[in-house]
């Protein structure tokens, strides 16, 4: 196996979608309209398929069943340019689905099933790494049992490669100091989670405070439509501010579309805070498009969208 740009630890699943216009109450039947199964993978896989898309070398880790929503995994990772090699296949599970509601605004609220990838154990992921040692970045999530998670970040971290972690969902143990993860991104409501704080706190407080209760490097924390800021290795604090479009579609997987547009550019030399505003404007493109998989666009048509808005 060759060494990649990027190797991606997270889960498969497949993505169905409904619109209504409230939440329901427990115990309440609500009714919901459209409701249809999209092109919209697992946070695995839409990082997987927007870096592949981006033209990054590539390589995905995660475990599916024999079954059709995994093998859609395979083909939309397979079809952007990602090496499937550790895409491991097991008939004792079925890869999992996820149910997207959709807000008459394009918020979204995701109920997530029992992912295939908690079948995934540690001598696989160990394994898959070792095969691809050379590779510069390792990206992982909660998707996967966190124990995996962040033992593969562990190692890629001791193999020499720069760690990058969505810890979502977030545990109910508390994170502890993981210093071996380079990039923390976290979206506001698990800053606040992680730090102990309000969200209504103050960015550079929450980003301070998760920062010492973690000990990574790099804290990354979005806030949806007003933007996200990020407190640097070298203890700088700044924020970046949102890319706004006229039509708003579906924000589903934008926060996946940003981390992965944020190491793209890291992965090019590009400094944060240049490589954040740059996933600012991939993020904003992506919610314009329905589903994930078809959001997550090529170099050529993002630098297309990024010079439109900028003029």
Sequence with gaps: MSAKDVIVLNSHGVGQYAYCDRMPEW????????WHIAEDGGKGSNVT???ARLGLSVAYIGKVGYDAWGDLGEKWMRDAGADVTFLYRDSSVSTGTGLILIAPDGRNTVIDGDSSSEKLTVEEVVSAL??????????????VPYRVSLAGARHAHEM?????????PLPDAPLGKIEFVDHLF???IEAAQISGLKRSADAEELARAVHASTACANVIVTFGSDGSCALSHEGDFFEVAPVHVESVVNTAGAGDGFMAATVYGLVN????????????AYAALSVTIDGTIPAYRP??????FIARVER
Excluded at 132 to 139: D, E, I, N, P, R
Excluded at 160 to 168: D, H, K, V, W, Y
Excluded at 269 to 280: D, F, H, I, T, V
């Design 130 to 143: 070792d095969a691809m040692a050379g590779s510069k970045y390792f990206l992982t999530g909660f998707e």
């Design 160 to 168: 020499g490669m720069i760690t990058a972690l969505n810890p979502s």
């Design 27 to 34: 115990g309440e039947s609500l009714p919901v309209k459209g």
């Design 269 to 280: 030399g590009k400094p944060l805070r240049e490589a954040m505003e740059w996933a600012s």
């Design 299 to 304: 170099l050529d048509e993002v630098e297309d």
């Design 49 to 51: 398929v927007a870096l």
């Design 186 to 188: 976290v979206n506001e």
